[in-house]
């Protein structure tokens, strides 16, 4: 039974931080890839970051680049997603995904099991 279970959302205020975790579970292979996707009301769900599991790359939107940073335990059983300088554009819920196999990080069709979301909202 696989499980992907995120926490730490919450409101604050912009130029603030927040950390996310994603507590996975059950996935039967170690997955390839680990993402973080955002979910704005009346929009598209967005790629924001992602790590290859096997050769520790990491990938950014444009838009956190430089903010945001994504990590794993060395178990690979919790992702991170360490949020800094959060603007009123991050608000948004956020999803953590696994993808078994390749394919682009951006796309929520390459990914294999989600999470339930954890929602972020900031307030100017």
């Known amino acids: 039974h696989v499980q992907l279970v995120e926490s730490g959302g919450g409101s604050v205020q912009a130029g603030g931080s927040l950390r996310l975790s994603c507590a996975v579970s059950g996935v039967p292979t170690n997955p390839y890839r680990m993402g973080w996707f955002r979910q704005a009301p009346g929009k598209g769900r967005e790629g924001v970051a992602a790590?290859?599991?096997?050769?520790?790359?990491?990938y950014y939107a444009d838009s956190v680049r430089g903010r945001f940073a994504i990590s794993q335990d060395t178990g690979n059983d919790t992702l991170y997603l360490q949020m800094n300088s959060l603007n009123t554009g991050d608000t948004a819920m956020y999803y953590c995904?696994?993808?078994?196999?390749?394919?682009?990080?951006?796309?929520?069709?390459?990914?294999?099991?989600w999470g339930q979301g954890t929602q972020v909202t900031v307030s100017s």
């Open positions: 790590r290859n599991t096997l050769t520790g790359r990491l």
């Open positions: 995904a696994a993808a078994r196999y390749g394919g682009d990080w951006t796309r929520p069709d390459d990914y294999d099991y």
